[in-house]
C-alpha cells in the first residue's frame, strides 16, 4: 500500500517569511495529492491539491509543487501570517479505483509574530 | 448545510464499556470514512465505505464495527473498550472518484478510555 512521509514534524517561523513543508510517497500509481490544514480542536481542512498532471499550482500565498519522477510534493507558504499557525497534512491517493487516502504524520506550523 | 455532523463530541468511557460514535452527512456524498487521530500522528484509517451496504476495512480495524444503512449515516461502533482506543475520531466524506477528490472531514469526537 500506499506509504507518506512528511518532514519536518515541527517548523518555526518569523511572520511574513515563506514556510516550506515536503512528503514523499511510495505508490507510483498515486495521482492526487491534497494538503489539509487542521486548527486547534477542529477536522482537517483542504487548502490545496494537485493532480499528477500538474507540476505547480497556487492559490494566493499557498503553492504546491510535485516532482512524479522523485515522488515528492511540497507546500509553500509566502509571507505568512499568525493566523497560518496550525497542523498540516499531506496525502496521497490513486483516482480510479483507489478509495483510500493515506496521510502523512503532519507538521505543526508555528508563526512567530 | 450541516456537512459532516458528528456526535458526541467528547466521552469518557471505562474499560470494557461499549459505545457508537454517529456521523451524519448531508451532501449525498457516496464515500464515508472513518478516521483516528492519535497525539503527535497522521490520520489512520480504521474503515470505510463506498455506498449504502457496503463497509470495508481500513489500517486499523480491530476493535471496531461500522454498518452503513443509509447513504447519510455510518456508525462506528466500539465493543469492549480498552484505553489503547483513547484516541480522537474524525468521520469523513467524499462524493465519489470521478466528480472530485475532495474528502471532508466532521470536527471530530474526543474519545477517553479510563
Known amino acids: 500500500g500506499e506509504n507518506v512521509e512528511q518532514h519536518p514534524s515541527t517548523l518555526s517561523v518569523q511572520e511574513g517569511d515563506s514556510a516550506v513543508i515536503k512528503c514523499t510517497y511510495s505508490?507510483?500509481?498515486?495521482?492526487?495529492f491534497p494538503w489539509y490544514k487542521q486548527e486547534l480542536g477542529k477536522g482537517p481542512q483542504l487548502i490545496i491539491d494537485?493532480?499528477?498532471?500538474?507540476g505547480e499550482k497556487k492559490d494566493q500565498r499557498i503553492a504546491v509543487t510535485l516532482n512524479k519522477t522523485a515522488k515528492h510534493f511540497s507546500l509553500h507558504i509566502t509571507e505568512t501570517q499568525p493566523e497560518d499557525s496550525a497542523v498540516y497534512f499531506c496525502a496521497a491517493t490513486g483516482n480510479f479505483g483507489n478509495e483510500k487516502l493515506t496521510f502523512g504524520t503532519g507538521t505543526r506550523l508555528t508563526i512567530i509574530p | 448545510n450541516a456537512g459532516v455532523t458528528q456526535t458526541p463530541k467528547f466521552r469518557i468511557l471505562k474499560i470494557g464499556q461499549s459505545m457508537t460514535l454517529q456521523c451524519t452527512q448531508d451532501m449525498n456524498h457516496n464515500y464515508m470514512y472513518w478516521y483516528r487521530q492519535d497525539p503527535g500522528m497522521g490520520l489512520k484509517l480504521i474503515y470505510y465505505s463506498v455506498g449504502a451496504g457496503i463497509t470495508d476495512k481500513g489500517e486499523v480495524p480491530n476493535g471496531y464495527n461500522v454498518s452503513r444503512s443509509t447513504t447519510e449515516d455510518f456508525p462506528l461502533r466500539l465493543e469492549l473498550a480498552a484505553p489503547s482506543q483513547t484516541s480522537v475520531y474524525f468521520c469523513a466524506t467524499r462524493r465519489d472518484l470521478v466528480s472530485g477528490n475532495t474528502i471532508y472531514f466532521g470536527e471530530g469526537s474526543w474519545l477517553t478510555v479510563v
Open positions: 505508490d507510483s500509481a498515486s495521482n492526487y
Open positions: 494537485i493532480r499528477s498532471n500538474v
